[in-house]
């Protein structure tokens, strides 16, 4: 039996102040997530490593406070970080997909909180076709790639093909079509 919308409630707490995240975000954002995820879940295969999406709070001061956020997607490997709903390391790769009500709180301070935790990748995904790709260089993100999908191969600018690798993990391969893949 399907829960009803009322029962699946997800909250963010940063800085001691609770964030409601319901209602959930449109389709667009799940079937993105969802692209991603399968990609580096089969690229994962007989590793250490795990990736999930949408269902692990990351502690992120786990010894100062109780604050946490829910990325959408996520790699964590060092697995005695984990107890119950929560992971407390350090995640190699954290993806956000914005929807119209966390994007700023996605763009500022969710990055400013992966940014001081050490999160070595961070990917803003903006669900009409573009992807900001940042990396870690001495403690502070600096924005490696700004990719706008074009899909139509007529177009001289068309990327679809374009693979994209995680800077972690260089075998994990996606391309910006199978990202954005299955939105239409």
Not at 90 to 101: D, G, N
Not at 117 to 136: N, T
Not at 156 to 163: L, V
Request: glycine letters at 8%.
């Amino acid at each position: 039996m399907a829960l009803a919308s009322s029962e699946h409630w997800r909250d963010e707490k940063i800085n001691g102040v609770v964030y409601d995240m319901s209602p959930s975000p449109g389709y667009r954002h799940g079937i993105i997530n969802g692209n991603i995820y399968t990609g580096i879940k089969q690229g994962l295969k007989n590793s250490v490593c795990l990736v999930t999406m949408e269902n692990l709070d990351f502690k992120y001061h786990p010894d100062l406070n109780d604050d946490y956020v829910c990325p959408d997607v996520m790699v964590l490997c060092d697995r005695k970080h984990l107890k119950g709903g929560a992971y407390s390391g350090v995640p190699k790769f954290i993806a956000e997909t914005l929807s119209p009500s966390t994007a700023k709180r996605d763009m500022t301070e969710k990055k400013a909180i992966y940014e001081q935790a050490g999160v070595e990748e961070y990917w803003i995904v903006f669900p009409q076709g573009s992807l900001e790709i940042y990396y870690l260089q001495d403690g502070v993100y600096v924005m490696e790639q700004l990719l706008l999908l074009q899909d139509d191969p007529e177009e001289e600018e068309y990327n679809a093909e374009q693979e994209i690798c995680l800077r972690a993990f260089p075998d994990i391969k996606m391309t910006l079509g199978e990202i954005f893949e299955g939105l239409d």
